[in-house]
């Protein structure tokens, strides 16, 4: 149950034959021929970063990690076991599963199903930089949480009026502000000068990311621009508008 309900948000991310599985896509010759090393013998390394518990109104009281399964990626000239990993929008649970989950009938009100919990809403998005030791091992290298102008980004819905949203709600069952800002994070890529490239689900979008995590542009569908007007950080309407008609939750 737990692994359908918080998928990479908060459960362990297994990393199955060291970087093969994950990083196949991605990577040089050299690294390719140092995978398959690893993939001679038997391993598997699981990534636990405890957040904390919750507690929720007249319900359970429930533990959540750091999700890092979102997305992964190997830059090249890197030594071979590091890679980059990119959390999903935090610990979230479907208003629909919240019986079985929480406790708690309707948790969200009657006729909020379709919506989502988020028991902690200060997540904030990041990037993490791992070392695989030979024995399976990981180490977190560093963190670049995600921020706009004004400080780290949520991950919490946007406003969107051109395309589907979601509402939110938080621990008590009470609602969530939209978040103009807030990003679904779910694939990334780098470049050489250190930057990053990630995809979000909520524009959908294609969000370029500085090395130091700072967002330097969010590029939407033409129309869904003007939903996130309020954004913490620059918001272009550079993509085919076609794509605001993808299934909520299916990416881009």
């Given amino acids: 149950m737990s692994v359908n309900v918080f998928r990479r948000s908060a ?5 199955l034959g060291a970087m093969g599985v994950s990083l196949s896509g991605c990577i040089d010759e050299s690294v390719e021929e140092e995978v398959n090393r690893w993939q001679g013998g038997e391993g598997r390394a ?6 904390s518990e919750v507690a929720f109104n007249g319900g359970n009281v429930l533990s959540f990690d750091v999700g890092v399964g979102s997305g992964a990626y190997h830059r090249p000239g890197d030594p071979a076991n590091v890679f ?5 929008r935090g610990p979230n649970i479907k208003c629909k599963d919240s019986l079985d989950v929480i406790g708690v009938a309707d948790f969200c009100g009657v006729g909020n199903n379709g919506d989502k919990i988020f028991p902690l809403p200060d997540f904030t998005p990041a990037i993490y930089k791992f070392e695989l030791s030979s024995d399976f ?3 977190v290298l560093e963190v670049i949480s995600l921020k706009g102008h004004s400080g780290v980004i ?3 819905t946007n406003p969107l009026v051109a395309t589907d949203t979601e509402k939110a709600f938080d621990n008590t069952g009470a609602p969530l502000a939209f978040d103009p800002s807030g990003l679904d994070t779910e694939s990334i890529t780098g470049l050489a000068d250190g930057s990053f490239w990630i995809s979000d689900e909520y524009g959908p979008s294609l ?9 330097m542009e969010r590029v939407v569908p033409q129309s869904v621009a003007a939903d996130l007007a309020g954004a913490d950080y620059p918001v272009t309407g550079g993509l085919p508008d076609i794509l605001k008609k993808r299934k909520l939750n299916r990416g881009i």
């Fill in 84 to 88: 980059y990993a990119l959390t999903d």
């Fill in 137 to 139: 091992v990981a180490t």
């Fill in 154 to 156: 949520s991950g919490i």
């Fill in 46 to 51: 699981v990534i636990s970063i405890p957040l």
């Fill in 11 to 15: 459960v362990h991310l297994a990393l």
């Fill in 207 to 215: 969000v370029h990311v500085a090395a130091d995590g700072t967002i």
